[in-house]
């Protein structure tokens, strides 16, 4: 089979590989869509601190099984299954409730295991076990079930920070993820979804499936847009959804009282350590909050609000 393979960072290459075989219990999928995340572009261009090398990468995939091992009875060739990419251990307190992202022992797709842009993806019987398949919904497309993982990532990121039904979001980056994000809130909340992003080409794509105030950050004092917004209170949630929007932007400030700060994108290791005002977060009972990955059945969750109508075919290029 073909596969991209991460040699080292910065050294990315089309290789020929021998097909995998089946494990005893686990079944081999035909990729059939795998999404290029901006985590795949990192990971290439600067490397990862889980990544082994060689790796191929790819971990928002969707494919048709096409081989079963004997002893695997849930699954059968032909199932358009889409691929959630963690295989936790299934035995720890976090893979107990369910929280399997947060298993200290979970091996990832396209980080220390094997990942999607291959022709085939072999998964071990723990990670059928472990709910790595989810069966697409008849109605929806393989590019589209590829987007189940990157949007149940969006879907915890709102669990965390708890969004009830008339909040405000504000969203700080509006590249595909903070435009997921935007539709997961406006799904969510009757209350103000509210965008900024100053690249130029991802505003135009934004507004082109997006019907949410979006802002040109370039162009505004971000901190009194919001204000004026928002009756000058700020917003309910703040979510980072691009690589150093903590340090372009005040989060504890942008804030109503109350509310909750989403860490969802990271920050270069060499600046990961901010100045943050806790003074700000304890008189104004502010919550900084993190969320990274997803969970199978967040996944499945995903692959529903899609087939209920989520559109999110005009962010797939
Ligand atoms: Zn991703
Ligand atoms: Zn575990």
């Given at each position: 089979m073909k596969a991209a393979v991460?040699?080292?960072?910065g050294k990315l290459a089309i290789r020929e590989l021998p097909d995998p075989s089946c494990p005893t219990g686990g079944v081999v999928v035909k990729v059939l869509a795998s999404n290029v995340c901006s985590t795949d572009l990192h990971m290439w261009q600067m490397g990862h601190p889980t990544l082994k090398y060689p790796r191929i990468l790819g971990h928002e995939i969707a494919g048709v099984v096409a081989e079963v091992s004997?002893?695997?009875?849930r699954f059968k060739v032909g199932d358009k299954v889409q691929v959630y990419p963690g295989i936790g251990c299934g035995t720890c307190e976090y893979c107990r409730r369910g929280?399997?992202?947060?298993?200290?022992?979970i091996q990832i797709m396209g980080f220390n295991l094997d990942g999607g842009f291959a022709q085939y993806l072999a998964l071990p019987k723990s990670g059928v076990e472990n709910g790595c398949l989810n069966i697409i919904p008849s109605s929806l497309s393989l590019s589209e079930a590829a987007m189940a993982e990157p949007l149940a990532c969006c879907l915890n990121g709102l669990e965390k920070v708890e969004l009830k039904k008339d909040e405000t979001v504000l969203i700080l980056g509006a590249g595909p993820i903070g435009c997921l994000f935007a539709m997961v809130a406006k799904h969510q909340s009757s209350g103000k979804v509210i965008l900024f992003e100053k690249d130029s080409a991802r505003i135009s794509q934004a507004r082109l499936g997006l019907e949410v105030d979006l802002l040109d950050a370039n162009n505004v004092d971000v901190v009194e847009a919001v204000m004026e917004l928002t009756g000058g209170l700020g917003a309910d949630v703040v979510v980072t959804c691009f690589r150093e929007a903590a340090l372009e932007y005040p989060l504890l400030e942008l804030a109503a009282p109350g509310g909750r700060v989403l860490m969802f994108s990271g920050i270069s290791q060499d600046r990961g350590v901010v100045p943050t005002d806790l003074n700000a977060v304890h008189y104004r009972e502010l919550a900084l909050i993190g969320a990274y990955g997803c969970t199978s059945v967040q996944c499945q969750r995903a692959l529903g609000l899609m087939a209920e109508g989520l559109e999110v075919n005009w962010l797939i290029s």
């Open positions: 991460l040699e080292k960072p004997n002893e695997e009875k929280s399997e992202n947060l298993c200290p022992s």
